[in-house]
């Protein structure tokens, strides 16, 4: 019997679970001997989803990379462009007269409807053009358990079962225990390294003057990846015959990680440069500097390049080896960082911002075989924040997206139906210079840190009441590392709070107050960051102000709003209707301020 493995885009791990399962069923030789591997570069689902064009190099160049490990791996691997997944994987059974095929479990909702769907309608073509494929009978599908998250979705089930609030931070330090990390000591009595859990509160400077973050790993595109480059330049071409729109985003330069080896360069780069500012400066942002002290790594964790769990234990190593005199680890790591005390107390060198990091530039190769650590002693604010995200925030809004279901996407606590307008479409000209700055260099990268996707992006979809759908739809083309099961819960849940509540226990809404805070945007914008009504006002705060009022009943009822809301009622009755017309204005609608303006303020 012939059987088939099916390697999706997203599941590029050389531990992925139906390789393994496979070796376990037979053992690594007679595995190979007996199985075929399958990687379909599919460009079917751009019409659905227009893709950032970066993002299609990276996932079919790291496809053709690691169709080529696993061949050197011993496996008989095919890797098929194709324009349909399901026309390729129909004909690739059919010519290997496969008849088990074995996949993991995406990750994704809609992919595993879709490989159903195909299979469903086997004997059927696949689109109305295409011609029937042989008739044959599909071959038994098998779904093994995915192993690229820490928590399997039952796993979460487990822990959420039963619980009224699904708070992260519970959820993190479980995972905490259970995975063993940043904890001293063992079993029930282990406690968090340096004693306490979240370090949070050490991390959310505003920018200072001259602020710079070490410059990124950024890798030249090598002859696959330029291959890439040309067939989506080709693809580009036929959509503009067939009067399509263009892809988003530029196509080059391309700089992104492409194998695994290089993906993990891109981490001991971190490690190296960025691990021990990480935390202060987490939530500023900067003209000019779209990285900062952020780690680049979700593309390839969200692509298998990296493993999750390695990639915490490899921070965790470094960061304790950095206390330490290299021969000499100490038990306590506390004891090793000298009279400035404990690890957490010590001063961050992220203190000083400008001096105190030293870019090292690319790492030798030597450094991923030694294990490069970080050149300062890293604080454990620094490590616990990068490694929170992860073990933390990732795992969370994936056991979040399971477990809530396939009805969540649908929600829409406010009711928002707004059309995106057509500068998100086109990645600027705005106007506003927060925006702009941010859709420039998501076009050119395919990226944006957090707190831009955040405060920047999410919010302004927040406030102008944009459609959660369509924003999510957006996020999930424009960035090189969107896929469903992290859009879904950071966009509707995080950024729009169109959950009411289920994943943050207030609105991320924020005037344009907070983006002057942490960003150096405001200087150079048209707008006045300090006005809220009149032609100049800052468009942030108008529509701020028109959302609270918009929603006022609602938003009263959620305590952690009572005091915005209280700010609210204070605003007298003209002003308001000024700062909603300017929000009017800015949205263009047609005067919607003849209405505001007679809506009786209760206070005034
Ligand atoms: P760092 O700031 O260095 O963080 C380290 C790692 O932590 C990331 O690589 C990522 O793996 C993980 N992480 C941190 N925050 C989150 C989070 N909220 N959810 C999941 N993982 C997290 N993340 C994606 O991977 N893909 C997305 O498409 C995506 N879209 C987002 C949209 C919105 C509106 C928001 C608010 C957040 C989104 N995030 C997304 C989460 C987060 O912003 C990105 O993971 C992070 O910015 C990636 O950059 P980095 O690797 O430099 O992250
Ligand atoms: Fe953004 Fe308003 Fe600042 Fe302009 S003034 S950069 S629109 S927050």
């Not at 080896?261 to 780069?269: D, K, P, S, T």
């Not at 490690?271 to 900062?292: E, N």
């Not at 709003?561 to 609210?568: G, P």
Request: one cysteine or more.
């Amino acid at each position: 019997m012939t059987i088939g493995i099916l390697v999706l885009s997203d599941q590029l791990s050389l531990s992925h679970a139906a390789l393994l399962a496979m070796e376990q069923r037979f053992g690594a030789e007679e595995a190979r001997r007996r199985c075929r591997v399958l990687l379909v570069e599919s460009s079917g689902g751009l019409e659905r989803l227009a893709l950032h064009r970066q993002r299609l190099v990276l996932l079919w160049s790291a496809q053709r990379h690691v169709a080529l490990e696993l061949a050197e791996a011993g496996w008989t691997v095919e890797h098929r462009p194709s324009d349909s997944f399901a026309m390729a994987l129909r004909h690739w059974c059919g010519e290997h007269g496969i008849e088990e095929l074995h996949a993991m479990e995406p990750a994704d909702r809609p992919v595993r409807q879709a490989i159903e769907h195909c299979f469903a309608r086997w004997e059927q073509p696949a689109a109305p053009a295409a011609p029937a494929p042989d008739p044959a009978a599909p071959p038994g599908l098998v779904w093994h358990p995915s192993n690229a998250f820490l928590w399997s979705p039952a796993a979460f089930a487990d822990w959420a079962r039963g619980r009224r609030q699904l708070r992260m931070e519970h959820f993190y330090r479980e995972g905490r225990r259970r995975f063993g990390v940043l904890m001293e000591g063992s079993g029930s009595a282990a406690t968090p390294l340096g004693g306490q859990w979240n370090y949070d509160h050490d991390n959310r400077r505003p920018p200072v003057r001259g602020l710079e973050g070490p410059p990124p790993l950024w890798f030249e595109p090598d002859r696959i990846t330029r291959a890439v480059i040309e067939r989506v330049g080709a693809i580009e071409a036929r959509r503009a015959d067939a009067g399509l729109k263009p892809l988003p985003g530029e196509l080059e330069p391309f700089g992104w990680a492409v194998t695994r080896q290089q993906a993990g360069q891109v981490l001991e780069h971190f490690i190296a440069t960025r691990l021990h500012g990480f935390g202060p400066f987490q939530d500023a942002m900067v003209s000019g500097q779209p990285t900062l002290w952020h780690s680049l790594l979700s593309p390839y964790i969200n692509l298998g390049l990296l493993e999750p769990l390695a990639v915490i234990r490899r921070l965790e190593q470094a960061g304790r080896h950095s206390w330490s005199a290299p021969e000499v680890p100490p038990a306590n790591p506390a004891s090793a960082i000298g009279p400035g005390g404990s690890p957490h107390t010590a001063k961050p060198p992220s203190d000083q911002p400008q001096t105190g990091i030293e870019p090292t530039g690319q790492p030798q190769p030597d450094d991923q075989t030694t294990g490069a650590v970080a050149p300062a002693a890293v604080p454990l604010a620094s490590l616990e924040g990068v490694i929170r995200q992860i073990l933390g925030w990732r795992e969370y809004t994936f056991g979040l997206y399971h477990w809530l279901g396939p009805t969540y996407p649908a929600s829409n606590h406010f009711g928002a139906h707004r059309p995106l307008p057509a500068w998100l479409e086109e990645l600027g000209r705005s106007g506003m210079a927060c925006m702009d700055t941010v859709l420039a260099e998501l076009r050119s990268s395919g990226y944006a840190h957090h707190i831009q996707r955040l405060m920047v992006l999410a919010n302004y979809g927040l406030i102008a009441g944009l459609d959660p759908q369509a924003l999510a739809h957006w996020f999930q083309r424009q960035f090189i590392d969107g896929h469903d099961w992290v859009m879904q819960t950071n966009v509707i849940g995080m950024g729009l709070f169109a959950d009411g509540g289920v994943l943050a226990s207030k609105p991320y809404a924020a005037s344009g107050n907070y983006i002057n805070r942490m960003s150096t945007y405001c200087k150079g914008c048209r707008y006045d960051v300090k006005q809220r009504h009149g032609p100049r006002a800052c468009p942030y705060n108008s529509l701020y102000w028109d959302f609270l009022a918009r929603h006022r009943e609602l938003l009263r009822t959620n305590p952690r709003m009572a005091l915005v809301m209280q700010q609210l009622d204070r605003l007298p009755a003209a002003e308001l209707a000024a700062i909603r017309a300017a929000a009017a204005t800015h949205l263009g609608e047609p005067m919607a301020s003849a209405n505001v303006a007679n809506e009786p303020n209760p206070l005034a």
